[in-house]
């Protein structure tokens, strides 16, 4: 028996960065986008509107992803009043500042893990079996995490932040391994870069923003736009050339690897692997 209504695109964490445009483009291919995050109604409304604007398909819905069996009632509304989701997007962040040890309380560095590690598994944990399901017809189901630059490398101030992200890239190795032969795509993407993102980036710089702008240069803002190709590629790539890791950053930037090189082998300010001119 086959479904006939929409695939999903299942998006938690639908702001009106990453999220958003990674929905705009997935319900402009023929999805329905189920966009969740934790707040700002008005601004999932306007999310749905802008999708539904140009005929697409989409909804919306508030969602604490910390709380316990939230994310599970999630899937399990979606598949049953909605559609099939056939790729979801795990874009929660799990920056929770800049913060020394003795600044990092138990349940704030408990918190990073739950909303950057454990989100993950409890999403898996829901959706993999009905995607294994759906695969033995031949329908591939993808997981798609965003990820950041703490996931690779840890920084001072960042030990919440570091340890939940290096999780969450461990975490997707290990589904990686044990699903893609069941026929589920999981690709961590490693985002290495400033987001031109009004809900993050730009309210977290406030009246900086335009200095920082600026600063960076017309490309060397990642445009969540973009990007949402990059999800919409990692997601219809053929079973037999699948991506797992990829990550993104501007032309102008260097590598996480090298973003704080030293002096003596700096080039010309941009770091070894950096551009010479």
């Known amino acids: 028996m086959t479904d006939s209504r929409k695939p999903v695109f299942l998006v938690i964490g639908a702001g009106a960065g990453i999220g958003g445009n990674a929905a705009k483009r997935f319900a402009a291919g023929g999805y329905h986008a189920v966009m969740a995050r934790r707040s700002d109604e008005a601004g999932l409304a306007r999310l749905v509107g802008e999708i539904e604007a140009v005929g697409g398909s989409a909804s919306g819905t508030l969602l604490n992803a910390a709380e316990d069996g939230a994310i599970e009632d999630l899937v399990e509304r979606t598949e ?20 020394s040890l003795d600044q990092t309380p138990h349940r704030i560095f408990e918190l990073g893990w739950r909303l950057a590690t454990f989100g993950v598994f409890r999403l898996a944990h829901a959706l993999f079996p009905l995607m294994v399901e759906r695969a033995k ?25 570091a340890a939940a992200m290096g999780g969450r890239r461990m975490l997707c190795q290990t589904l990686n391994a044990e699903f893609a032969p069941q026929g589920i795509h999981v690709a961590h993407v490693v985002v290495d870069g400033p987001v031109r993102s009004p809900d993050t980036l730009v309210r977290l710089l406030g009246d900086k923003w335009d200095m920082f702008e600026a600063a960076k240069g017309k490309e060397g803002i990642i445009d969540p736009a973009v990007l949402a190709e990059t999800y919409w590629h990692l997601a219809h790539q053929p079973r037999n050339c699948w991506s797992h890791e990829v990550d993104v950053r501007p032309w ?4 996480w690897w090298n973003d704080n090189p030293d002096p003596r082998i700096d080039s010309k300010g941009k770091g070894f692997a950096g551009p010479s001119a």
């Open 252 to 255: 102008t930037d260097v590598a």
């Open 80 to 99: 049953r009043d909605i559609g099939p989701i056939h790729c979801a997007l795990y874009n929660l962040g799990a920056q929770i500042g800049n913060r």
């Open 137 to 161: 017809t031949g329908a591939h189901g993808t997981l798609l995490v965003t990820s950041a630059t703490a996931a690779m490398r840890g920084n001072a101030g960042q030990h919440s932040h």
